[in-house]
């Protein structure tokens, strides 16, 4: 790994990529690594999307996407954003956030709130923690969600004032039991407008008469508890915007929100239940987090940044040690492949296999979101994902695979061997690092291809390995794309 | 001094209901056709549910007859449905962006024929989203992925074209409504230009109006355009949320967002699920909403015309949107004030 004042080394960069975005094509790894490291994450971390399709173009095409009523419709509508950006980083950000603050459109029916809390989260997602927990605590979804429609003064219901606590900001361990119940009195009244007809359309699950109406939050004074509360030790007549400063600034935020992520952008943590009883595996690099997010004034982005900088994270020991998620997978392949140009029913069959895979954006399993990691995977999971990849960077129909590959033939020269083509594709594929092991079948495979395409007999086991692969055929080549797709290597970010 | 006297738009009624497997009611409605005896053809497009896809026809005293089609390639069949016309000889027309073809059907909705074929020589259409009939019986497609529009005969044949893609005037960006006007001038909602574009009977320009943006009498991404015939210009503000009306010289009279009521079909199901019926009761339909945005406060406000996506007027002048997310239409007359 080498970094200089004016480039990076591309194995860095991919790695940057993986984590930060969704991965990175030849060009945008050739730009990055063009940049001094420093400058490279702050260009991702601050770049705006200029080129994802316009809302009204998806709307007009798909009209499902303007109503946002089924969950392929709002999750396919994210997917479009992640798949077409420019600035990869915020979507990276908006999917940890779903993780953390994980909200099901199976419970709340319409996916229109799930969209506006999707938007909530893409305009505070990098800003102050302390103003993104003010507005996750106002977003109608998260609100019935956790069911603070019923949390009434003189009759609290704890299930936001717990999660906020246990799941949000500071982890169990850190709170008593009746700084849960003082945190709940502190948001009564915080609700959506029509309270009464919006819990009950959300229960009957009907879209009747007249389509679903989407949630407004509404503060009502005359159900909020305005008397004193203890809550951390401190005492006032707090509200909900009181506890939430007295949450976050408490060092165990800190800890906590660094703690997650870590677990996302760097390396498998223990399951969130387990970290009362397990020490942070990076303590290091929680503290660079945490020393960031006091100094910054609880800035998110601040903490990234310090992250992304810090030896924990540019370690080779972090490279390639993560399992993609099913929609890293999903959405950093079809990228690859060129991405939509346009609206297309591609979009729901993706957004589909995400949940064969395992992951149902807008459906997490339970409140504390997808476990990941190793449980990515599983016999079932692993057929889908190299189905999936391989069916997408394989399909020659799509032009953005034909130009793939013409790339892949330009690098890798006019008169190439079965290894440089080889080598030229895993640079396409995101700089893909493999093994030995895996690199030699891949030579061989590319070998008998390549005698396929040329000769049209069947391969002999014993064929040169400085075959000329240079009139290697695209359905070849593809098929070696298809078969990289399908190693182990793929799979991890 | 003079002064001019404004025309106004009053709300009079909503038809509806959302009935997304089908039956008396609507699932996304995005088109209408009214027939000179006053039946309205809303063609629903019910997309990913699709249970709901077909034509029902009813009339502005909630009237229910009957609905045709359904999703399919076979014929009769649409899986994308986008526009529907009747013609001269009491045909019903409608457009298909997928299948890029025009189904003809008998007033009963019976299948007789269908036509048409992809691509972009005269003749072929891609992603056909509007249709009209001239006074002289020619049919104008609006051919929206070419950017012109086509006249043909009934049956398909072409006769001529006009339009390209770009920003001048003639030239389209993804259009979409259209209309004619007593003149049988055409007009036609260039949407991805935001502005309406006035053409004559043989396609030649006339003239056009809009700018994008929020304010009165500009556009936001019209979908579709009616002419009545004291030659008044409604608008369907798509990306607005709302309806304009203007003079026959383009100047502003009055903008609606909606104002829809519960209708009879509605009620009978209020009727029917009495909890829903009493948590009505405390339900205030027209909040203050906390967004300019207006897709989303119209998807806050079930009054509000949501995605009010094609506009007709009736025998009787009366102004029909399909207010297309909410499932229904809502019915306006103008006045003058």
Known sequence: MTTTESSTDQSLVAHLLRRAAFGGTTQELDHFANLKYEKAVDELLNAQDTKSIP????????????????????????LYQMVTTNAPFPEKVNLFWHRVFATAQTKLIQGKAMSTQLDMLREFGLGKFDELLLQLSKNPAMLMFLDNQDNHKGSINENYGREILELFSMGVGNYTEEDIKECSRAFTGWTVENTDYMTLKMRNN??????????????????????????????????????IALICKNPATAGFVARHLYHYFVADEFPVPQWPHFEPKDPAAIKVMTDAYFESGYSIK????????????????????????????????????????????????????????????????????WMGGADWISTGSMVQRVNFAGSVIGNLDNTGVVALISKIK???????????????????????????????????????????????????????????????????????????????????? | MTTQTKAKLNYVDTVGFGADVGGRGFHIPVDLSIRPDGRIYAVNRSPRHRLGIRVGICDVNHGWY?????????????????????????????????????????????????????????????????????????????????????????????????????????????????????????????????????????GKFIDMFGSPGREEGQLERPSDVAVDQEGFIYVADWGNQRVQMFDSDWNFQ????????????????????????????????????????????????????????????????????????????????????
């Open chain 2, 66 to 202: 009957h609905e045709f089609g359904s999703d399919g390639t076979g014929d009769g069949q649409f899986t994308g449905p986008t526009a529907i016309t009747h013609g001269p000889d009491d045909r019903v027309y409608i457009a298909d962006e997928e299948l890029n073809r025009i189904t003809v059907y008998d007033p009963e909705g019976e299948f007789i024929s269908k036509w048409g074929e992809q691509g972009s020589d005269p003749g072929q259409i891609n992603g056909p989203s509007g249709l009209k009939f001239t006074a002289n019986g020619e049919l104008l497609v609006v051919d929206h992925l070419n950017n012109r529009i086509q006249r043909m005969t009934p049956d398909g044949e072409y006769i001529s074209h006009f339009g390209t893609t770009g920003k001048a005037r003639g030239k389209f960006n993804l259009p979409w409504g259209i209309d004619t006007d007593a003149q049988d001038n055409i007009y036609i909602a260039d949407w991805r230009n935001d502005r309406i574009q006035r053409f004559s009977s043989d």
């Open chain 1, 206 to 243: 009907t879209m009747r008469p007249y389509g679903y109406v989407n949630w407004q939050f509404k503060f009502d004074p005359e159900d909020h508890d305005d008397g004193e509360k203890t809550f951390l030790g401190e005492t006032g007549n707090f509200n909900g915007e009181d506890i």
């Open chain 1, 410 to 493: 330009s690098d890798a020269g006019s008169s190439s061997s079965s290894e440089s083509l080889v080598r030229s594709c895993l640079k396409n594929l995101g700089n893909l690092e493999v093994s030995d092991e895996t690199l030699v079948g891949l030579v061989q495979f590319t070998i008998n291809a390549t005698l396929r395409s040329s000769t049209e007999k069947i391969p002999s086991a014993n064929a040169r390995p400085d075959q000329n692969a240079s009139n290697t055929s695209d359905q070849a080549i593809a098929s070696l794309l298809q078969l990289i797709v399908s190693t182990r290597e793929y799979q991890f970010v």
């Open chain 1, 55 to 78: 809302q009204d173009v998806i709307r007009r095409y798909h009209i499902d996407q303007s109503d946002l009523r089924t969950r392929p419709s709002s999750s396919g509508n994210w």
């Open chain 1, 302 to 369: 601040a903490m990234l940044r310090a992250l992304f900088l810090s030896d924990s994270f540019k370690s080779q020991a972090s490279w390639n040690a993560r399992v993609k998620s099913p929609i890293e997978l999903i959405v950093g392949t079809v990228r690859l492949a060129g991405g939509y140009d346009g609206p297309s029913q591609d979009v729901y069959e993706h957004i589909t296999a995400s949940g064969y895979m395992g992951q149902d954006i807008f459906a997490p399993p339970s409140v504390e979101g």
């Open chain 2, 254 to 337: 009055q903008s609606v967002r909606g104002e829809a009521t519960v209708s009879p079909w509605a009620q009978d199901y209020l009727n029917s699920n009495q909890d829903e019926a009493e948590a009505r009761t405390r339900f205030n339909s027209i909040i203050e909403v906390d967004t300019d945005d207006p897709h989303e406060a119209s998807s806050r406000v079930e009054g509000y015309l949501w995605d009010p996506t094609a506009i007709e007027i009736d025998p009787e002048g009366r102004l029909i949107i399909t207010d297309s997310l909410r499932h229904r239409l809502q019915i306006y007359q103008r006045a003058n004030e």
